[in-house]
């Protein structure tokens, strides 16, 4: 994936609580949602009992944006209620990026 830079990454990390109770439907949901918002770039996600999802956005205002989307809003509340027994949500400027492929 190459994109124009910089651009911005939000990085969720977390540790689900047990049972799918609805989880990757809503996880289906919200990714469909979050392409189809202005600024969106990308996504990428691996869960190996710690989940990683990264999503990559043009700016910190589309960032915003995705924030205040009410769909997700409901969602992020569903996910502090039942989901996530932990996350955390980092915010980074990439100005450089590299790769290997073979």
Same mark, same amino acid.
């Given at each position: 994936?190459?994109?124009?830079?910089?651009?911005? $990454? !939000?990085?969720?990390?977390?540790?689900?609580?047990?049972?799918? *109770?609805?989880?990757? =439907? +809503?996880?289906?949901?919200?990714?469909?949602?979050?392409?189809?918002?202005?600024?969106?770039?990308?996504?990428?996600?691996?869960?190996?009992?710690?989940?990683? $999802? !990264?999503?990559?956005?043009?700016?910190?205002?589309?960032?915003? *944006?995705?924030?205040? =989307? +009410?769909?997700?809003?409901?969602?992020?509340?569903?996910?502090?209620?039942?989901?996530?027994?932990?996350?955390?949500?980092?915010?980074?400027?990439?100005?450089?990026?590299?790769?290997?492929?073979?």
């Amino acid at each position: 994936m190459e994109l124009q830079k910089p651009y911005y $990454a !939000v990085i969720f990390t977390n540790l689900r609580t047990e049972g799918d *109770n609805g989880y990757g =439907q +809503m996880a289906e949901v919200m990714e469909t949602l979050a392409r189809k918002q202005p600024g969106f770039l990308g996504f990428e996600s691996a869960r190996d009992g710690l989940g990683i $999802a !990264v999503s990559y956005w043009e700016s910190l205002e589309a960032i915003a *944006n995705w924030k205040s =989307q +009410m769909d997700h809003k409901q969602a992020r509340k569903k996910g502090i209620q039942t989901w996530y027994s932990w996350y955390k949500v980092r915010i980074c400027k990439v100005e450089r990026e590299y790769e290997f492929n073979k």
